[in-house]
């Protein structure tokens, strides 16, 4: 993953600073041993090969044997992997793979619950940019490894035009016009989506073409269905704005092609596990 050596090494800083006093104080610097990662709670497991990085960043002499996957089903008792080597770098490495692997499996556990719901249906699940900062890049690999698909990743890989870009250009037609003249102008090559919030903006947005695909926020299930037979295949389709796991299948029904989702990353519970000395 990009970056991710950098993240981990301010991670550490943060952690640690000038030193753990408490494993220093009470563990022999050459003492050895071994830690296992127990699951505690049931659901689907993430951040094994963030955790590798972890380790091998910190200490290139640790052993990892990983008995699971990215992407497993796991239940509570499981055994996800052992690491053996100086103790020192097991408890010093402890809390961060932990927090990593916790956030990310929870995160996972979500997205698969959702995308359990959309079987049979064309629709696909979308991840958004509320997200941790800072923890952008493990969280939407982790609603990658729970089955479901990363929308734009920031501000710079698509131009997604919302109400406030909207309503700031002065309507649709000036919103949509100004993007394609700056990718024309920048010689970028960007997908262009537009969010609508009624069957006007929707219209208005049909009228002047160009864009990739359109956003309906916070439409019905009714009104969805019948924006979806609207556009008629004429772009691609996003249902978006208050869609929860009870509703979401209706609105796949509607014949959206994605689905997005914000409750993937942004109020999500950590999936329990801990990290046991074996003695």
Same mark, same amino acid.
């Given at each position: 993953?990009?970056?991710?050596? %950098?993240?981990?090494?301010?991670?550490?800083?943060?952690?640690?600073?000038?030193?753990?006093?408490?494993? *220093?104080?009470?563990?022999?610097?050459?003492? *050895?041993?071994?830690?296992?990662?127990?699951?505690?709670?049931?659901?689907?497991?993430?951040?094994?090969? =963030?955790?590798?990085?972890?380790?091998?960043?910190?200490?290139?002499?640790?052993?990892?044997?990983?008995?699971?996957?990215?992407?497993?089903? @796991?239940?509570?008792? &499981?055994?996800?992997?052992? @690491?053996?080597?100086?103790?020192?770098? !097991? !408890? %010093?490495?402890?809390?961060?793979? /932990?927090?990593?692997?916790?956030?990310?499996?929870?995160?996972?556990?979500?997205?698969?619950?959702?995308?359990?719901?959309?079987?049979?249906?064309?629709?696909?699940?979308?991840?958004?940019?509320?997200?941790?900062?800072? $923890?952008?890049?493990?969280?939407?690999?982790?609603?990658?490894?729970?089955?479901?698909?990363?929308?734009?990743?920031? /501000?710079? &890989?698509?131009? !997604?035009?919302?109400?406030?870009?909207?309503?700031?250009?002065?309507?649709?037609? %000036?919103?949509?016009?100004?993007?394609?003249?700056?990718?024309? %102008?920048?010689?970028?090559?960007?997908?262009?989506?537009?969010? @609508?919030?009624?069957?006007?903006?929707?219209?208005?947005? /049909?009228? @002047?073409?160009?864009?990739?695909?359109?956003?309906?926020?916070?439409?019905?299930?009714?009104?969805?269905?019948?924006?979806?037979? /609207?556009?008629?295949?004429?772009?691609?389709?996003?249902?978006?704005?208050?869609?929860? $796991?009870?509703? !979401?299948? &209706?609105?796949?029904?509607?014949?959206?092609?994605?689905?997005?989702?914000?409750? $993937?990353?942004?109020? =999500?519970?950590?999936?329990?596990?801990?990290?046991?000395?074996?003695?």
């Amino acid at each position: 993953m990009t970056d991710l050596k %950098q993240f981990i090494a301010l991670w550490f800083a943060e952690d640690i600073g000038d030193g753990d006093h408490t494993s *220093l104080a009470s563990i022999p610097e050459d003492a *050895l041993g071994k830690s296992q990662l127990i699951i505690k709670e049931d659901g689907i497991i993430a951040g094994i090969e =963030v955790a590798r990085s972890v380790f091998a960043a910190f200490d290139a002499t640790l052993k990892m044997t990983t008995f699971l996957h990215d992407g497993d089903e @796991v239940r509570a008792g &499981d055994i996800a992997f052992e @690491v053996e080597g100086r103790v020192l770098s !097991l !408890l %010093q490495t402890e809390r961060l793979m /932990l927090n990593i692997m916790q956030r990310m499996s929870g995160i996972a556990t979500r997205t698969r619950s959702y995308v359990e719901q959309l079987k049979g249906t064309k629709t696909k699940t979308l991840d958004t940019r509320k997200t941790t900062p800072g $923890l952008r890049l493990l969280e939407k690999e982790a609603v990658r490894i729970g089955g479901g698909e990363n929308h734009r990743f920031g /501000l710079y &890989d698509m131009i !997604l035009l919302k109400d406030n870009h909207v309503d700031f250009a002065g309507g649709i037609a %000036q919103a949509i016009t100004r993007a394609k003249d700056y990718c024309r %102008q920048h010689n970028k090559t960007l997908k262009i989506e537009i969010e @609508v919030r009624t069957f006007e903006e929707l219209n208005e947005a /049909l009228a @002047v073409g160009g864009v990739d695909r359109v956003m309906l926020d916070n439409f019905s299930v009714e009104d969805t269905k019948r924006a979806v037979e /609207l556009i008629a295949g004429r772009v691609e389709t996003e249902s978006s704005g208050g869609i929860t $796991l009870k509703t !979401l299948r &209706d609105y796949a029904l509607c014949g959206v092609d994605y689905i997005s989702v914000g409750a $993937l990353t942004h109020s =999500v519970k950590s999936l329990d596990m801990s990290f046991k000395a074996v003695v």
